[in-house]
């Protein structure tokens, strides 16, 4: 089983400021990760995946960086609709894992 | 548009049963490794269940193994969760989704949630 251990659990931040998120990995997965963003009462959407590819039609405020057993979501300019829970998950073995989560809230 | 709609959820007591069903459209559902994914109420995602486009080859979290049995039918573009032997601690919304072939869960359902209480 591969481990994560995301960081921080709760992030307080202001609208305009930048932001990121750690994912650290208990083995290599090279660059098999994704980043999602969840909003209450809704399913998870998937941001990025191979560690730093951004899915089609998200904002190039979020980016992703790392490979191996360190990355990083980075929000440049963090908007209120960023405001929300954020987790990694590595899909380089089976079992699938994700991180604990991370929640971004308004300071 | 994709779309991926589950149902079968409830409540249910201990040691009971329960099917969900995931059902798709928009997208050729025979070209993607689906999976299960629950959370539990206040708490982070949790991954449970992953099927092979043919239906091959099964993984599951140690946790629910010998319980569930995740299962599709590509003739009805849908997806599939046995969960037998049901216990409190499987309480949590339960989303199917699709794994891209980059990688990540791309498509997602809007959740059924599983209630196991007496």
């Known amino acids: 089983v591969i481990w994560m251990t995301q960081s921080p659990s709760l992030l307080s931040a202001s609208t305009g400021d930048r932001v990121s998120i750690s994912c650290r990995m208990s083995q290599d997965i090279s660059s098999y990760l994704a980043w999602y963003q969840q909003k209450p009462g809704k399913a998870p959407e998937l941001l990025i995946y191979?560690?730093?590819t951004l899915l089609s039609g998200v904002p190039s405020r979020f980016s992703g960086s790392g490979s191996g057993t360190d990355f990083t979501l980075t929000i440049s300019y963090l908007q209120s609709e960023d405001f929300a829970t954020y987790y990694c998950q590595q899909y380089y073995s089976f079992p699938r894992t994700f991180g604990h989560g991370t929640k971004v809230e308004i300071k | 548009e994709v779309q991926l709609v589950e149902s079968g959820g409830g409540l249910v007591q201990p040691g009971g049963s329960l099917k969900l069903s995931c059902e798709t459209s928009g997208f050729t559902f025979s070209n993607y490794w689906m999976t299960w994914v629950r959370q539990a109420p206040g708490k982070g995602l949790e991954w449970v269940a992953h099927?092979?486009?043919?239906?091959?080859?099964?993984y599951y979290v140690d946790s629910v193994k010998g319980r569930f049995t995740v299962s599709r039918d590509n003739a009805k573009n849908s997806l599939y969760l046995q969960m037998n032997s049901l216990r409190a601690e499987d309480t949590a919304v339960y989303y199917c989704?699709?794994?891209?072939?980059?990688?990540?869960?791309?498509?997602w359902g809007q959740g059924t949630l599983i209630t196991v209480s007496s």
């Open positions: 191979r560690a730093s």
């Open positions: 989704a699709t794994e891209g072939g980059w990688g990540g869960f791309d498509y």
């Open positions: 099927i092979k486009q043919d239906g091959s080859e099964k």
